[in-house]
């Protein structure tokens, strides 16, 4: 086991959106909550808090983690856990992409834009976020390979408390659609 603190990056992209999101979700509530008394203000409230899940779930959760000796790539729903040791190509486009035991395996949350790529500039890990994790991501693999950690195999699970939160407001709804 690796003595190197465990690392987190946040996602890249689509924070401020999802946070926006989330703040109008929460205006949308609260206005439906004032409004005073109507039938389908339950239906409502179950439509926007299945909304809110799914922001979260979807732009504010992802994110990368060095944890140990383990790169976690955490998407929607699902923890791709793979060992540093095991990865023999990363790349940093419009996704993540890691390649370990010939497969590839993705991580939307840290990306790059399309005019970032296109301009192909010189990597600045001082100034762009990007260029800190994957020379940080990069500089990890090398030291677990060069100490000749094992390459383990690569383990995905699914984050049930994340499904729930979605899948609950969105089953109240349907039901309180269908029983209107």
């Not at 086991?1 to 929460?26: D, Q, Y």
């Not at 409230?45 to 955490?74: K, R, V």
Request: hydrophobic share 50%.
């Amino acid at each position: 086991m690796s003595k190197n603190a465990p690392e987190s990056f946040p996602a890249t992209n689509g924070t401020a959106i999802g946070w926006l999101g989330e703040a109008l979700i929460g205006v949308g509530i609260i206005a439906t909550i004032a409004d005073g008394q109507h039938d389908s203000d339950l239906f409502v409230i179950c439509l926007l808090l299945t909304a809110a899940a799914g922001l979260y779930a979807f732009l504010l959760q992802p994110h990368l983690e060095i944890n140990g000796d383990n790169l976690e790539l955490h998407n929607p729903f699902r923890v791709v856990v793979i060992p540093l040791a095991a990865i023999t190509e990363m790349q940093l486009r419009m996704t993540l992409q890691v390649a370990a035991h010939e497969h590839r395996y993705t991580c939307a949350a840290i990306s790059r834009s399309r005019r970032t790529l296109r301009k192909n500039a010189e990597p600045d890990p001082v100034n762009v976020t990007q260029d800190l994790i994957e020379l940080r991501v990069r500089t990890r693999i090398t030291e677990a390979q060069d100490q000749g950690l094992p390459a383990g195999p690569v383990t995905q699970r699914i984050v049930w408390w994340l499904v729930a939160l979605v899948a609950v407001p969105g089953s109240a709804a349907l039901l309180v659609g269908l029983l209107r």
